[in-house]
């Protein structure tokens, strides 16, 4: 059974096989990124803020019945960029939906391998903050 997650996870991984090298990828996550709102003043504080990312990164969640709806950004535009294609992945979806999904568009991107180390554990941690949110 395909999920909104997966369906969601799948059309990410389509829009980068259109794309060339990794320069292009590049632009392409940092253009998301670029739009991203940004969090309120109020919402960029420590509770908020993950740890393991190199750069600043804010998560906020709130439930809506069943739903969670995400919020973040980064002061990073590459992180802002990951950021913005993990909230289109788990925005809006049930924590159980959340809970039994593996974030497989990782591995078919390949962005573990083309990630800096530090980039690659802010990944991580978000991917580890949504889950827990979830849970």
Known sequence: MTTAI??????IVDEFSFLGDWT???Q?????GKSLPDLPEQEKVEANRL???QSQVWLTAERDGELLNFRATSDAL???GLIALL?????????????????WFVEQLGLK???SPTRSNGLAAMLQ???QHAG
């Open 87 to 103: 909230l289109r992945i788990y925005s809006g979806k049930s924590a159980a939906e959340i809970s039994n999904s593996k974030p």
């Open 28 to 32: 392409y996550i940092i253009d998301c």
């Open 24 to 26: 292009e990828r590049y």
């Open 51 to 53: 740890h393991g990312c």
């Open 129 to 131: 903050a949504i889950h």
């Open 6 to 11: 997966d369906q969601t996870q799948q059309e």
């Open 113 to 115: 391998e083309h990630l």
């Open 78 to 80: 590459i992180v802002a």
